[in-house]
């Protein structure tokens, strides 16, 4: 069974600074991974995702992820925080192929941008 | 011209009541999910439907009945709501064979009292 860990619920940064959300992954078989961001009071929207191919993957609002999987690791960065970053990230995994599969998600990392 | 919407937005009900969300994407997607966020904001998948038919359904107590009537509606019936059921439900969709990702609606909000 596949399983996710994000490393710290709450993740603080400055306007500008880099930003780093940790996700490790648990996985029998070769994992999909997805990134997705949820504003306040809203549903969750895709950042970015690793299925195959390049292991550095880039996304929306300048967001990227590379996949490691010596680490099992997807972690997300962003160079320069801005005050729109401010929402709860998610980290999911799901198995390969067919229809008969599920998105696992991590706990959530809130991240908050300081001025 | 919103991919996945849900109604109502907000539900606020009685301990005993029944209750229905409806939700519907027009992304020609085949299968759709069923979620639930509790208040840690924990998501949870309840059920997932594949053209019409049940293919998750993990352990939600039977007072909790999806429906799909057509490939772009899923709905969730709840009986008998109860105090823990208070949580956001999301509705997502994707498609099983093109691509991977899920698109969630907006959630839906019910709080039991």
């Known amino acids: 069974a596949q399983s996710v860990t994000q490393l710290g619920s709450h993740v603080s940064v400055s306007e500008g600074a880099l930003v780093l959300l940790r996700c490790n992954y648990s996985?029998?078989?070769?994992?999909?991974l997805f990134w997705y961001v949820q504003y306040p009071n809203q549903g969750l929207q895709l950042l970015l995702k690793y299925t195959t191919g390049a292991t550095l993957v880039k996304g929306i609002n300048g967001f990227e992820a590379e996949f490691k999987k010596s680490e099992t690791s997807f972690h997300l960065t962003k160079p320069s925080a801005h005050m729109s970053d401010a929402a709860e990230y998610f980290c999911a995994v799901r198995t390969s192929g067919g229809s008969n599969y599920k998105l696992t998600f991590g706990k959530g990392t809130l991240l908050t941008v300081n001025p | 011209d919103t991919a996945v919407s849900q109604t109502p937005k907000y539900l606020v009900t009685q301990m005993g009541n029944d209750k229905s969300i409806k939700c519907e994407q027009n992304?020609?997607?085949?299968?759709m999910y069923w979620y639930k966020q509790d208040s840690k904001k924990f998501l949870k998948i309840m059920f997932s439907y594949n053209n019409k038919e049940l293919i998750i359904n993990e352990t939600v107590p039977n007072r909790f009945s999806p429906k799909s009537p057509d490939k772009a509606h899923l709905n969730l019936h709840i009986n008998s709501l109860e105090l823990g059921d208070s949580a956001v439900y999301f509705c997502a969709s994707s498609h099983s064979t093109e691509s991977y990702e899920q698109y969630f609606g907006p959630g839906t909000r019910l709080t039991v009292t």
């Open positions: 992304l020609g997607h085949d299968t």
């Open positions: 996985s029998s078989v070769p994992p999909y």
